[in-house]
């Protein structure tokens, strides 16, 4: 489990109307760095590196508009992407920075390629995983074969009910599968826990159903005539959900990218192997 010691607080965004919880570890007079997490996780995905960073930043998790313990809008289009990245804008902004690093995952990471492409002035530093921009997602999706077959999930989860039913099958035994291999028994209790709560399934399903539709707007490109911030791509070796062929694309999206394979990482990958993947996050912040 997480042994790190942190604080849960609350924040209620006024403009949004929507209450975000997150965990915050280390000294809040030190740098910023945010964490967004994917589907089907929460804060708790990034326990190793709230405990790691927390040496040298103030480290903040938050649970994403329906997830975990922050609010859970009925609406599909309160969970349309430009919704998030307001969410994040606000929270940085209350907590009082105007700049930090963010770190995110899956869902979290296609959320914020449209964070870092709106708002670039606010980042030192940006670690994304597993998840591409939505526009290199759009242009692989209908270009290749492997992208379109690895993002099958994706037609499941829109379709009505059917996907609530099938991770509530067998006490959550897709929980097991997802995490079995990188999380402990007592671990993997602590996501089934908290997406066995009443109405805790939808929401996060909803990202999918609000996003992925004909007529939704790709990502709004980043801005051509100011210097890109340095950012780090890190997708698993055994991926089975994203093309290796993201960095690249993505590469040539935003300027002063690196892009790593974690060998041996799954699509977890900072739960996978999160000393390895801590080591590579250090190497990276610690360049000038």
């Given at each position: ?6 604080i ?19 000294d809040?007079?030190k ?49 349309e ?17 105007k ?24 980042l ?17 999706m209908m ?63 909803n990202?999918?159903?609000?996003n ?7 990502n ?17 070796e ?51």
């Amino acid at each position: 489990m997480c042994d790190c010691i942190c604080i849960s607080v609350y924040f209620e965004s006024y403009t949004q109307g929507v209450k975000l919880h997150y965990v915050e570890n280390g000294d809040p007079s030190k740098p910023l760095m945010v964490f967004v997490h994917g589907f089907p996780e929460f804060w708790f995905s990034w326990r190793y590196q709230l405990k790691e960073f927390a040496k040298d930043y103030w480290v903040v998790a938050v649970d994403m508009r329906g997830y975990g313990e922050s609010d859970k809008p009925k609406d599909l289009s309160a969970y349309e992407v430009p919704e998030m990245v307001k969410d994040i804008k606000e929270l940085v902004t209350a907590l009082g920075r105007k700049k930090f690093t963010l770190v995110a995952h899956d869902w979290g990471a296609v959320i914020c390629w449209d964070f870092l492409a709106q708002h670039m002035d606010m980042l030192d530093k940006y670690i994304f995983m597993d998840a591409p921009s939505r526009s290199v997602a759009h242009k692989l999706m209908m270009s290749t074969k492997e992208q379109f077959k690895m993002s099958w999930y994706i037609f499941f989860f829109k379709m009505p009910k059917l996907p609530e039913f099938f991770v509530r099958l067998n006490d959550l035994k897709m929980f097991e599968a997802s995490f079995g291999k990188c999380c402990t028994t007592e671990e993997v209790e602590a996501f089934k826990y908290t997406f066995a709560k009443k109405g805790a399934l939808t929401p996060p399903i909803n990202y999918y159903r609000a996003n992925f539709t004909v007529n939704a707007k790709r990502n709004v490109r980043p801005p051509k005539d100011i210097p890109h911030v340095p950012g780090l791509y890190l997708l698993g070796e055994d991926d089975r959900f994203i093309s290796k062929a993201t960095g690249p694309l993505l590469q040539k999206q935003f300027n002063n990218l690196e892009f790593k394979i974690v060998g041996g990482a799954g699509h977890f990958v900072q739960q996978d192997k999160p000393d390895l993947v801590n080591k590579i996050m250090r190497e990276f912040l610690s360049k000038k």
